[in-house]
């Protein structure tokens, strides 16, 4: 299966343009709630279908990031040296869960608004995105069955290198005194 941009073509004004086959949406979708850092993913789950992510239910994702923490970083969890970065989500903002993180001793890096430059490289879901492209599943079930695999199937290396750049981008924030800037420039 070809990316928009791999199947684009010149279109020359008088030969008629090829038809192409498309695809319909699936039925069967999941959202990933993912946790990892530079070695890896630390903690997933899949939702259920229509599984709406309020305050209760991640209270109970927290939870369970907790055990994985401790079961698969534990000396970030002997020392509590681990932090939790938080885009701008309405359920990260929360009291109920801040009082949560807070009771725990979890430390929290806030993402700033409208920061683009200091937010994380989302290679993961585009990762595991083109994996499963093309792809077609019927049941979640299904899903829940290949996308662990595909998740392994990501090198280490590549989450080295994200979080080796998300600390270049907040090291030039800090030097540049939080002008934005784009590549190698300052705005």
Not at 120 to 135: A, N, Q, T, V
Request: glycine content about 4%; some cysteine.
């Amino acid at each position: 299966m070809k990316t928009k941009k791999q199947s684009s073509q010149c279109i020359i004004p008088g030969i008629p343009i090829p038809k192409k086959a498309r695809q319909c949406r699936s039925n069967v979708k999941v959202l990933l709630i993912a946790f990892l850092d530079w070695q890896g993913v630390v903690y997933h789950e899949l939702t259920q279908n229509g599984q709406t992510i309020n305050k209760e239910y991640y209270l109970v994702v927290l939870r369970r990031l907790r055990k994985a923490i401790r079961k698969k970083r534990p000396i970030l969890w002997l020392y509590n040296s681990w932090m939790l970065h938080y885009d701008n989500a309405p359920v990260h903002r929360l009291s109920f869960v801040s009082d949560f993180l807070e009771k725990h001793g979890t430390v929290t890096v806030p993402q700033p608004p409208y920061s683009p430059d200091l937010a994380p490289d989302y290679f993961l879901f585009y990762k595991l995105k083109m994996r499963l492209k093309g792809r077609r599943f019927q049941v979640i079930e299904d899903i829940k069955k290949e996308s662990p695999r595909d998740l392994k199937a990501i090198p280490k290396l590549a989450y080295e290198k994200c979080f080796q750049s998300w600390t270049e981008r907040w090291r030039k924030c800090i030097t540049h005194r939080r002008d934005y800037f784009e590549g190698d420039n300052v705005l």
